[in-house]
T-cell receptor, first 114, second 112 residues
Framework: DTGVSQDPRHKITKRGQNVTFRCDPI?????LYWYRQTLGQGPEFLTY????????KSRLLSDRFSAERPKGSFSTLEIQRTEQGDSAMYLC????????????FGPGTRLTVT | RKEVEQDPGPFNVPEGATVAFNCTYS??????FFWYRQDCRKEPKLLMS???SGNEDGRFTAQLNRASQYISLLIRDSKLSDSATYLC?????????????FGKGTHLIIQP
């Protein structure tokens, strides 16, 4: 399967713990995006990378959130001191630079903070 | 006002019928428009882009009305497999570099 993959698919954590998610984009894609989706809502943009450079961060991305894409391939999203409001599906997507709107999404990581 | 607004539905439609739904956007400077489809507990997938001249892909027709700031999606001869949530998506930036703004989605149920 050469699509976008995310790991883990599910994560349950206690409030206050740190969590880290991984996204492996489609290998030829140089853009990588992170979104968050809660029940009944559309995905909300968090941040995106072009190669290893983080080019934009949404105001939704509080200082407890950090994302990296150190070698321009896979990316990680870390949430420190998790809160119950962080419970959501975290979606990763990738695209070509030349077709930034044709984004291919991964299956997501469902985070539950108890 | 939300950047992208959609009627959440659900729209219950008999198989074979034609169904249409709209989406409105608030930023008159918005540049690019799309419909994505999301099946239950699955990731969103691009259905089609929406061009000013309107565009058609098989049973699906998308139209853009810039003056009224709305986008529409028409599905003809609906199939059971069309049951899904349809997300209206807008990109507001020139040059197309950043993330997309999604509506909440319209839930469509095709009934046999």
């Amino acid at each position: 399967d050469t699509g976008v993959s995310q790991d883990p698919r599910h994560k349950i954590t206690k409030r206050g713990q740190n969590v880290t998610f991984r996204c492996d984009p489609i290998s030829e894609h140089n853009r990588l995006y992170w979104y968050r989706q809660t029940l009944g809502q559309g995905p909300e943009f968090l941040t995106y990378f072009q190669n290893e450079a983080q080019l934009e961060k949404s105001r939704l991305l509080s200082d407890r959130f950090s994302a990296e894409r150190p070698k321009g391939s896979f990316s990680t999203l870390e949430i420190q001191r998790t809160e119950q409001g962080d419970s959501a599906m975290y979606l990763c997507a990738s695209s070509f630079f030349t077709s930034p709107y044709e984004q291919y999404f991964g299956p997501g990581t469902r985070l539950t903070v108890t | 006002r939300k950047e992208v607004e959609q009627d959440p539905g659900p729209f219950n439609v008999p198989e074979g019928a034609t169904v249409a739904f709209n989406c409105t956007y608030s930023n008159s400077a918005s540049q690019s428009f799309f419909w994505y489809r999301q099946d239950c507990r699955k990731e969103p997938k691009l259905l089609m882009s929406v061009y000013s001249s309107g565009n058609e892909d098989g049973r699906f027709t998308a139209q853009l009305n810039r003056a009224s700031q709305y986008i529409s999606l028409l599905i003809r001869d609906s199939k059971l497999s069309d049951s899904a949530t349809y997300l209206c998506v807008v990109n507001n930036r020139r040059g197309g570099a950043d993330g997309l703004t999604f509506g909440k989605g319209t839930h469509l149920i095709i009934q046999p």
